[in-house]
Every structure is written in structure tokens, then in C-alpha cells.
């Protein structure tokens, strides 16, 4: 059993950044790959960026926030990380982090076996 624990989220102005960060447990998590989802308010849930397992560290991103997002793993700390820069109002949602049991990663939500509870973020005009 994993568990995700996210954390950095806030309130932003237009412009701003935010790092945020995701905690696991387990001691297999750099076989893991991860990634970081995010839902707003009357939406479905999209996918954000995804790193595969240590090994190779391939990175996918969502176009809306390729060249402003970078997620990043340190498996000595057991975290996963997702930088955000220039945020825009439309970033704003609850993010969420997620491990699959796999080493490959994926943009498909229902491939990831475990889920965080999700930090807010918020990014004001």
C-alpha cells in the first residue's frame, strides 16, 4: 500500500509560481511511475505531467502547460515534485498526485493505483 500526501498549494497572482510536492510511502517507490492531475470546479479531472520510474525519468506533459510546468522525483525523499511558473487563472483546481505500479507512466487517470487527496490551488487575475 502507497500513500500520497500533496502539499504547496495556495493562492497565486497571475504570473506567479508554485511548487508543489507529493509524499509517499513504500519503499518500492522509485519503481513507481507518477504523476500529478488536477480538477476544477464543474470539470473532469486532466491530466497534468508524468514522470516514469527512476531509471529513465521520461517526462509527459499536458499541452496547456508544457514549457511552464516541470514535474521532477527524488527517491532518496520519497517525493515527487511539479514546478508551476507563469500560472494563468485557468490553472486553478484541486491537484493531485498519483503512483502507478508500473514503471512506465501514462496520461490515462484510471491506470494509477493510488491517489492523494489533492491540494488547492488557486490563481487570481
Known amino acids: 500500500q502507497v500513500q500520497l500526501v500533496e502539499s504547496g498549494g495556495g493562492l497565486v497572482q497571475a504570473g506567479g509560481s508554485l511548487r508543489l510536492s507529493c509524499a509517499a510511502s513504500?519503499?518500492?517507490?522509485?519503481?513507481?511511475?507518477m504523476a500529478w492531475f488536477r480538477q476544477a470546479p464543474g470539470k473532469e479531472r486532466e491530466f497534468v505531467a508524468a514522470?516514469?520510474?527512476?531509471?529513465?525519468?521520461?517526462?509527459y506533459y499536458a499541452d496547456s502547460v508544457k514549457g511552464r510546468f516541470t514535474i521532477s522525483r527524488d527517491n532518496a525523499k520519497n517525493a515527487v515534485y511539479l514546478q508551476m511558473n507563469s500560472l494563468k487563472p485557468e490553472d486553478t483546481a484541486v491537484y493531485s498526485c498519483?503512483?502507478?505500479?508500473?514503471?512506465?507512466?501514462?496520461?490515462?487517470?484510471?491506470?494509477?493505483?493510488?491517489w492523494g487527496q489533492g491540494t488547492q490551488v488557486t490563481v487570481s487575475s
Open positions: 514522470i516514469s520510474w527512476s531509471g529513465l525519468s521520461i517526462r
Open positions: 498519483a503512483a502507478r505500479r508500473d514503471i512506465r507512466a501514462t496520461m490515462d487517470a484510471p491506470q494509477y493505483d493510488y
Open positions: 513504500g519503499r518500492t517507490f522509485s519503481t513507481y511511475a
